[in-house]
């Protein structure tokens, strides 16, 4: 779905506010969630966007080029995991309820890119229970191709170094990681 359950943001939402980060991308951003959530918080932020489904930004006022209006400041229409590097050279990296939707594998390697690249925060947010979903609206990236778990995740992260702080609900794991330095 293009947009995420409520479980986990204000947790989220604290982490942004102790951290401030001057600079964000958020991979797959759907509706806009964390934009929405976090851009009344700390101004003066360039907020870029990794949508892979060119439809979603009409439909939710990503941006719009004419104008130079909307959630971000910066737009690039392309599947994350083909990305150039310097795109994940940010304050903090957003990956909210997108990991699901990709192979494992792809998954830890996009994790492993962004911290390689440099970034000193990762947000990520995903189901942590049995979320069986296919494709949504004509958008085939919208399905689960991985049912993560909390632990799955925990470990994950915790190999990429750093320190990482997680939040277990009943239907999401949140986790903020943060490069040591």
């Known amino acids: 779905m293009p947009t995420s359950d409520a479980e986990g943001k204000d947790w989220s939402l604290a982490r942004f506010k102790k951290h401030r980060p001057n600079t964000v991308t958020d ?3 759907g509706d806009g969630t964390y934009a929405r959530l976090f851009r009344p918080e700390h101004h003066g ?12 930004v009409a439909k939710y006022k990503l941006k719009n080029t004419k104008t130079r209006t909307g959630m971000y400041d910066e737009l690039h229409i392309e599947d994350a995991r083909q990305s150039e590097d310097h795109l994940f050279h ?27 690249a440099g ?4 947000l990520v947010s995903l189901p942590i229970v049995d979320s069986q979903q296919g494709e949504v609206d004509g958008n085939p990236h919208e399905a689960h191709v991985h049912q993560w778990d909390a632990k799955d995740m925990d470990q994950t992260l915790a ?5 990482v702080e997680k939040m277990h609900g009943r239907t999401l794991g949140v986790w903020w990681w943060s490069r040591r330095g």
């Open 45 to 56: 932020v360039w907020w870029t966007a990794i949508e892979i489904h060119k439809p979603y």
């Open 27 to 29: 991979i797959g951003p």
């Open 159 to 163: 190999q990429l170094g750093g320190r």
């Open 90 to 116: 940010r304050d903090l990296v957003i990956a909210g309820d997108v990991l699901e939707h990709m192979p494992r594998e792809d998954a830890v390697a996009l994790l492993q890119r962004i911290e390689q």
């Open 119 to 122: 970034t000193w925060h990762i």
